[in-house]
């Protein structure tokens, strides 16, 4: 095993043990605060391990954006040899705002329950009754 | 420590132990290598292949030609569910249509000190300025509608912190119906330009004209200005759209628990 192999898969371990901790945490956080800190966490793992997926591991590498309006066939061949995959980087440019326009709406219902029930611990508002 | 809590303690053992094991042993396909997918390699071909347009978006940004060209309808759908998750924030607060007493709140929303009032009114048109370089550029350069909408909410966030949400209500006219109409505007003009291309007789959301089809809308310059045929007018609807949607979010998040309480009778 070389060294770039190793370091790649010790920051596929970090991260995917990043991601499982989170779904621990979503799973058995006490509070719904809790749980939804865990559940921005598992977000960000995710959007984090798809953009390393689309990493290059090469010499020279360039975002996946033409440095000129007009190109030529030359230029183009370089392009495509040393950008890196813009593929997993447009999924996740919409997957973060969306992420954020969902949290921020579990927000405005944990501000909800506890304006109503006075907590957000989770064995509490289960023994609510009405 | 009962059997309840080793079940879940072994199953996430388990299942951090299965998913590396399935990475490592090639689950992700390519693992980063100094090879891309044949599919990134086709769009980074052809976003700005001058000499073959068949395929081509007529933007040098591989990113945002895949985000509102080769995989626009996508991009369109989860458009709809950050519609679907504001209008779900604002019918939670429509029982509430607060209107502030000022003499009540006189004291509690006069806003921080004067140092940080005074970097506040410094920086909000800044944020303003680099926003919308980014919706107006995300066509050319990395960013797009959604990057910039979210740098735009920024700025009426630090507002609310820093002054209160009187102010932007009372001396800014913010309101919460002038941001949905906002919105709104914003998702009307991206359907607009993707149903432009019927009009001609060809697919919805068509960008670059294509041999096959009949129609040739969207210029991919208005000289000097390069706008990459439809890619410019849906950043900048977008950023319209998901800026108001966020800044709504933020107003709606900063009105007063005692408001609430009133309201609630609780």
């Known amino acids: ?130 | 420590m009962n059997s309840k809590e080793v079940v879940i303690g072994v199953s996430t053992a388990l299942l951090l132990v299965v998913l590396v094991a399935v990475v490592l042993l090639g689950g992700t396909a390519h693992t980063p290598s100094s090879e891309i997918r044949p599919l990134a390699k086709f769009y980074l071909e052809n976003c700005l292949n001058v000499f073959d347009r068949t395929w081509w978006t007529a933007s040098p940004e591989a990113v945002t030609s895949m985000l509102w060209d080769y995989r626009g309808i996508d991009t369109y759908y989860e458009t709809s569910v950050f519609f679907l998750a504001i209008i779900g924030a604002v019918a939670l607060f429509r029982v509430v249509e607060v209107k502030l007493k000022a003499e009540e709140n006189e004291r509690r929303e006069s806003g921080l000190s004067i140092i940080v009032k005074s970097s506040t009114r410094i920086i909000f048109p800044l944020i303003l300025v680099v926003s919308a370089s980014v919706a107006f550029h995300g066509h050319l350069t990395p960013g797009g509608g959604f990057q910039a909408g979210s740098i735009l909410a920024v700025g009426p966030l630090l507002l609310i912190a820093a002054f209160s949400r009187r102010y932007l209500e009372e001396h800014l006219r913010f309101s919460r119906d002038k941001f949905l109409v906002l919105r709104s505007v914003g998702l009307i003009l991206i359907v607009l330009v993707i149903a432009l291309p019927l009009a001609a007789g060809a697919v919805l959301m068509l960008n670059q004209p294509k041999p096959w089809l009949p129609a040739y809308i969207f210029p991919v310059a208005f000289d000097p200005v390069w706008t990459s045929g439809t890619l410019f007018f849906f950043n900048v609807a977008e950023f319209l759209a998901v800026g108001a949607g966020f800044t709504l979010l933020f107003l709606l998040l900063s009105i007063p628990e005692e408001e609430f309480k009133r309201v609630l009778g609780i």
């Open chain 1, 1 to 130: 095993m070389s060294m770039e192999q190793f370091l790649q898969a010790y920051c596929y371990v970090a991260l995917i043990a990043i991601a499982v901790i989170s779904l621990y945490g979503i799973v058995r956080g006490p509070s719904l605060i809790k749980k939804l800190i865990a559940l921005t966490i598992f977000g960000d793992v995710a959007n984090a391990l798809i953009i390393y997926v689309g990493f290059r591991l090469s010499e020279e590498i360039f975002v996946p954006v033409l440095p000129t309006l007009e190109p030529t066939p030359e230029k183009i061949a370089w392009f495509t040899s040393v950008a890196v995959d813009p593929v997993p980087q447009c999924l996740v440019i919409t997957a973060i705002v969306i992420n954020m326009a969902v949290t921020l709406f579990l927000a405005f219902l944990i501000i909800q329950v506890y304006r109503l029930y006075g907590t957000t611990a989770v064995k509490k508002i289960a023994k609510l009754r009405g």
